[in-house]
């Protein structure tokens, strides 16, 4: 950094700015310092950085599934926000075991990582407390945990269920299932909503018409696929499902259509996510947006927010309203009118 600056004729302090994106640096002089920087293949050394700052630049995630397409949504948006920054992301899955879970954030905490955000599958708050002592900020994403005063950032889950719940009475569903999720706040808030839109319109609740998923997020869709056999196997059986998530819905499509059923005709099927797979779906999947990309946005901002800070501030809550996004699956020729808010893709 010594020889740079003395090239240029500018400060160490000037190259240690553009190094770490910081905006107090004119183009002109960043553009000069990054070319040098790349002529000589310069690299700053991390790990001494790290002894002089106290700050590693890195920031962890975990997540219930690295394969899951909504938690790689929020993983690529929270990257590129954070990347501006100087900051970078590492990414673990706790593959919904609150075991695994625990040990992936005590090897992020070993490494003293700058900040943590988490999509947690426990429902207890222990670990939370021994991450408070460390003081190493931690932002939750898609789950909250009752009693923990902690940043948050998620969709509104019972609107969710009566969304999805509601539109599939609007198509003219009269046996409306459920294939739900874990015990969870987002298990537990989808299915109070789905309760709340069939009670609304003076529906009766049919136990066997909720399926419950112990792990909502791996292996989802052959869980689904079991799911919708139980449910075909039901006498009447269901003329709709909401499904927790999407790829349980697409599991649960793909065995009611390898059994000759109809979709939507005979069951029609929504999902949660928004997740773009239209070309690989034999029928093309209607679901609840959840703004994954926003919540990887937000949660950024957040985390950054509090590394900038010279002292905490106060624990946000940012809590989304969900979005219904009508496609095939859905789309029955005795369906009301949507609202101008619903968008429809065929």
């Known amino acids: 950094m010594k020889d740079i600056a003395r090239d240029l004729g500018v400060s160490v302090i000037t190259i240690s700015k553009v190094l770490r994106n910081h905006p107090d640096v004119g183009d002109e002089t960043r553009e000069r310092v990054l070319a040098r920087?790349?002529?000589?293949?310069?690299?700053?050394?991390?790990?001494a950085r790290s002894l002089v700052t106290g700050r590693t630049y890195l920031v962890g995630l975990v997540v219930p599934d690295l394969l899951h397409p909504f938690f790689a949504e929020i993983a690529k948006s929270l990257s590129e926000i954070l990347r501006g920054s100087g900051y970078y992301l590492i990414i673990?899955?706790?593959?919904?075991?609150?075991?695994?879970?625990?040990?992936?954030?005590?090897?992020?905490?070993?490494?003293?990582?700058?900040?943590?955000?988490?999509?947690?599958?426990?429902?207890?708050?222990?670990?939370?407390f021994r991450i408070e002592k460390q003081k190493t900020p931690y932002v939750l994403i898609d789950r909250v945990l009752p009693g923990l005063a902690a940043?948050?950032?998620?969709?509104?889950?019972?609107?969710?269920?009566?969304?999805?719940?509601?539109?599939?009475?609007?198509?003219?569903?009269?046996?409306?299932?459920?294939?739900?999720?874990?015990?969870t706040s987002t298990g537990i808030r989808r299915v109070e909503g789905y309760r709340r839109a069939l009670a609304q319109t003076g529906r009766r609740v049919v136990d066997n018409y909720i399926i419950t998923e112990r792990k909502g997020?791996?292996?989802?869709?052959?869980?689904?696929?079991?799911?919708?056999?139980?449910?075909?196997g039901l006498n009447p059986r269901p003329d709709g499902?909401?499904?927790?998530?999407?790829?349980?819905?697409?599991?649960a499509m793909n065995y009611a259509i390898d059994q000759g059923i109809r979709i939507p005709e005979d069951i029609a099927v929504i999902g949660c996510g928004n997740l773009h797979y239209d070309d690989s779906l034999r029928v093309p999947l209607s679901s609840i947006d959840q703004h994954s990309r926003r919540i990887?946005?937000?949660?950024?901002?957040?985390?950054?927010?509090?590394?900038?800070?010279?002292?905490?501030?106060?624990?946000?809550t940012v809590v989304l309203q969900p979005e219904l996004i009508v496609r095939r699956s859905t789309q029955r020729r005795e369906a009301k009118q949507a609202s101008s808010k619903t968008k429809s893709r065929s």
């Open 92 to 128: 673990s899955s706790s593959e919904e075991d609150p075991d695994i879970e625990e040990q992936e954030i005590s090897q992020l905490l070993a490494r003293r990582l700058d900040a943590i955000i988490i999509a947690s599958c426990r429902s207890t708050v222990d670990l939370f």
């Open 296 to 316: 990887g946005e937000e949660a950024a901002r957040i985390a950054l927010g509090i590394l900038n800070s010279k002292m905490p501030p106060r624990p946000e």
């Open 151 to 183: 940043n948050f950032i998620g969709v509104d889950d019972e609107a969710v269920g009566r969304l999805a719940t509601s539109h599939l009475i609007d198509i003219g569903c009269k046996r409306i299932a459920h294939i739900r999720g874990p015990e």
């Open 37 to 47: 920087v790349k002529e000589l293949d310069y690299r700053p050394n991390l790990a």
């Open 217 to 232: 997020d791996v292996d989802t869709k052959q869980r689904g696929a079991d799911a919708m056999r139980e449910l075909l």
């Open 241 to 251: 499902v909401f499904c927790f998530n999407d790829p349980l819905a697409m599991g």
